[in-house]
């Protein structure tokens, strides 16, 4: 049984190896990119607009939206970061519904590369909003004795994060493979029709995870006197 | 019983406890968040958009430590280092 589409190997050439994760993050970064860059190439802002640009809003507000919930306040800076990992992902897990077609997030190379994206990104946001010296002294936070917790923390987090999305996509083609030998008709399009809702969570989840790591490194540089008084003056705003 | 036969019983049978404890608790652990965000998405009907959000993020790290039970399992099934370090000889 293969574990992971890295198996499937179409050419190799030395250390160069062209396998089914390799095609597949292609083509849908192909299929993405031609679809965004064809919805906008006429964009409007007449009360009548395409159905396509309708769909793009919807998406590109809801993201904005998630992003500012969660406390970053400009969401511009983040949301080309944040929407590209959601898009892909979600896009990678929905198109199980094509026979034939195995996620490219169900193989480990490519949610580590995922994960360490949002590795990178944390410390580029965090050394862009406050300095240098203004990130790393985050980490000295509440106290220095906290340090190797902080940088031990700062790790597992994104081995749990490449572990997690593998974990959940790589189970449910599982799932569906080891059940198509027990009860072989319609039960494994239900488990299918799980997979399809697990997808889009995990998508969602590992795009809110990374939007919350962004969020603790940018805050947390930030000084802020009164952090109470701004909580208790927001609690009496919301009524 | 030879070393082969030791190593196959072995990771069979961890393969077996590791998914049975690893689904148990973390479901444990999900009926609590569960329970009390809904309780309280009842008594404060106002605050459940954020309510459902934390309980996501909570839910997806309860979550992965199931995941990693059973990826541990499907290593000790599918690849296991042990197995294929006997076979090779």
């Known amino acids: ?239 | 019983m030879d070393s082969t036969t030791i190593i196959a019983a072995a990771s069979i049978v961890t393969a077996g406890f590791t998914t049975g404890i690893g689904c148990m608790m973390p479901a444990i652990g999900e009926g609590k968040a569960v329970s009390s965000a809904l309780n309280s998405i009842a008594q404060q009907p106002d605050a459940a958009p954020t309510i459902t959000r934390t309980l996501f993020v909570g839910l997806a790290m309860i979550e992965s430590t199931a995941i990693y039970c059973f990826v541990v399992s499907m290593i000790l099934i599918f690849a296991n280092p042990f197995w294929n370090h006997i076979i090779a000889k």
């Open chain 1, 1 to 239: 049984m293969k574990l992971s589409p890295d198996q499937t190997i179409f050419w190799q050439h030395g250390f160069i190896t062209i396998n089914l994760t390799l095609v597949t993050t292609w083509a849908l970064m192909l299929v993405l990119i031609i679809a965004a860059r064809l919805v906008t190439r006429k964009l409007k802002t007449d009360i009548n607009i395409s159905r396509w640009q309708c769909m793009l809003e919807i998406i590109v507000t809801g993201i904005n939206n998630q992003i500012k919930d969660i406390g970053l306040k400009n969401p511009k800076e983040y949301i080309g970061f944040i929407g590209t990992l959601f898009i892909f992902i979600g896009t990678a897990n929905l198109c199980i519904i094509f026979p034939g077609y195995t996620p490219p997030t169900a193989s480990l190379s490519t949610t580590a590369a995922l994960a360490l994206c949002v590795f990178i990104a944390v410390p580029f946001f965090g050394i862009s909003k406050s300095g240098l010296s203004g990130y790393l002294k985050s980490y000295l936070k509440p106290t220095f004795i906290m340090l190797p917790f902080n940088l031990i923390s700062e790790v597992s987090r994104t081995l749990a994060l490449a572990v997690r999305l593998f974990g959940n996509a790589m189970s449910g083609g599982m799932i569906v493979a080891i059940l198509l030998s027990i009860s072989p008709f319609i039960f494994p399009v239900i488990m299918n029709a799980l997979g399809l809702l697990t997808g889009m969570v995990q998508a969602y989840i590992f795009s809110i995870l990374a939007t919350v790591y962004i969020t603790a490194a940018v805050q947390d540089s930030k000084k802020t006197d009164k952090p109470e008084l701004e909580t208790i003056k927001k609690i009496n705003k919301n009524g």
